[in-house]
């Protein structure tokens, strides 16, 4: 019979998994308690970080239907929940685990899809959310501009073709013969 605090564990463990968009495991043998606490202020607001007993984390993820990090909870381990923009809570563990080489990234799930260790640390290279709607936008709104130049061009072609002839008549239209006058 399991005990409350493990079953209580478990479900807590378990609703971080369902609330969470990403979960990045990683292993922090070595790491002091002022280390962990200098990790956790660098994620932020974006995610938390949770050292969690293999057994209970293995039966919280399986119970929140994420089966792809078995492998993972091996040896000491510590969970990444991410709710958040998942680039910057896996460039803030990236940039951490570089100062810290105690700090192993062992995989992770974003929506569903499992993710190694390279993978995660691809999405680290990622630009932020913001940045790439902001180079969306600018995409966006230079595609506008341009259609409304080539909407406008013909319309400027045909002013200019009538300022040309309108100023050529005023000039006497030289090389054009006057009208006839009536007698």
Known sequence: MASPDKVEAVAEIKEKFENS???VVTAYTGLSVAQLKDLRRSLG???QYRVA?????KIAANEAGVTELDDFFV???AV???TGDPVEAAKSLRDFAK???QLVIKGGVLEGKALNADEIKKLADLES???LLAKLAGGMK????KAAATFQAPLSKFVRTADALRAKQEQGGAGTPAPAEAE
């Open 21 to 23: 968009n990403a979960a």
């Open 80 to 82: 990444a929940f991410v």
């Open 45 to 47: 607001e974006n995610a």
């Open 129 to 131: 959310r913001e940045v």
């Open 142 to 145: 230079a595609s506008m501009a």
């Open 99 to 101: 100062d810290n080489p």
């Open 53 to 57: 007993k293999n057994t209970l984390t």
């Open 75 to 77: 040896g000491s381990t």
